[in-house]
């Protein structure tokens, strides 16, 4: 269990709620002993999708409170999410949108977009795996590499930001409210800012402006889904700054590492969020009782 997870665990432990880690690919697990689980750090899903879909029906069958929700899991877990994000308004990195068994040549998209450079990634996958940057002179190299990709995945070739070097910002959100932040600078001789890759984690206090954009993406994602923000349970709002604007990298839904330490009473915001979850719940839970009709024998 992470530093985060350990922290979570002993707040909600002492507001009287049962809390324990476990696994999501332990078969033993008896699921609708729960009243809750919430996903945290299951990074490696994505080697195992499959199996990771089928255990969402299961928690969906046992009639378990899932934080975040199962709907949102499926539409987060695929990096097209992106291009629904961006046909609602929300300002990404351009994007060229590669479907699985697509054949295109990678010189090519750049030349038509008119990048130099650019960031190849798969449409599946957490902490930076699979990512790799290529540039206008060595496309074709790297065009056996892209085909052994497609061949197994959809893809998106992202004209590469400069602006990265300076850090990638990560606004965490509770219920749709902003806790906190920090910025993930990669390396030197890296362009990932992910800590498997040497990147660090700084302090970052984002303006009001930011802010306000990275909560406009939670409102459009909340409308690709049909909910509200506040029925987001956590998030974490990836992404760099060019000029006064934010875009956005990633959305992180599933099982971001939320930096509970650099946010003041970040801790007890999230549990907040957990319980006011599973209020919700209750509360649906007993409209939908009192709407069954009821007859005498």
Known sequence: MTEDGQALQTELRNRGLSAESVLWTDSTVEWDSFDAVLVRSCWEYHTQLDAFQNWLDRIENADVVLLNSADTIRWNHHKFYLRDLEQSGVSILPTTWIERTTEIDLRTVLEYNGWQEAVVKPAVGTSS????RTSHDEA??????LEDLVSNSDVLVQQFAPEIDDGERSLVF???SFSHATKQVPS???F???PNYGGISEPYKPSHKIVEQAEAVLEAAGKELGISPFNFTYARVDGIERGSEFLLMELELIEPYLSLDAGEDAVAAFADAIEAGLARHAAALAQDDRSIPRTDD
């Open 192 to 194: 990932r800012a992910h």
């Open 129 to 132: 795996a699979g990512i790799w």
């Open 174 to 176: 509770f219920e749709g």
């Open 188 to 190: 030197s001789d890296d």
């Open 140 to 145: 074709q190299n790297h065009q056996q590499r």
